[in-house]
Nanobody, 122 residues
Framework: VQLQASGGGLVQAGGSLRLSCVVSGRTFSRYVMGWFRQAPGKERESVAAIPWIGTTYYQDSVKGRFTISRDNAKNTVYLQMNSLKPEDTAVYYC?????????????????WGQGTLVTVSS
């Protein structure tokens, strides 16, 4: 399984970006998909996650601003990020967990994309 993330870039505070992650593999629809981020000097943290069926998860700091979605026909998961803040600056990673239980623990995820840099200027 391979994950390819894209969509990062430089944006001013208040702006928007949409990250995409294309997943190779025939069982994408059954994976829990997550977006994580890692800022310089900080640990990797869960931002949002979406199971193949069930409730999505959002970190408190992004609720109401970010939306995770998936298109199983395109083997793609998205992260729409609105009202971006400088503190959202980080490398964003998509990840896939071959599990039926949604987890926010990075250790539970089996496959990772290469990361895409999001920089939000003030």
């Amino acid at each position: 399984v391979q994950l390819q993330a894209s969509g990062g870039g430089l944006v001013q505070a208040g702006g928007s970006l949409r990250l995409s992650c294309v997943v190779s593999g025939r069982t994408f629809s059954r994976y829990v998909m997550g977006w994580f981020r890692q800022a310089p000097g900080k640990e990797r943290e869960s931002v949002a996650a979406i199971p193949w069926i069930g409730t999505t998860y959002y970190q408190d700091s992004v609720k109401g601003r970010f939306t995770i979605s998936r298109d199983n026909a395109k083997n793609t998961v998205y992260l729409q990020m609105n009202s971006l803040k400088p503190e959202d600056t980080a490398v964003y990673y998509c990840a896939a967990d071959n599990s039926i239980v949604l987890s926010t623990d990075a250790k539970q995820y089996d496959y990772w994309g290469q990361g895409t840099l999001v920089t939000v200027s003030s």
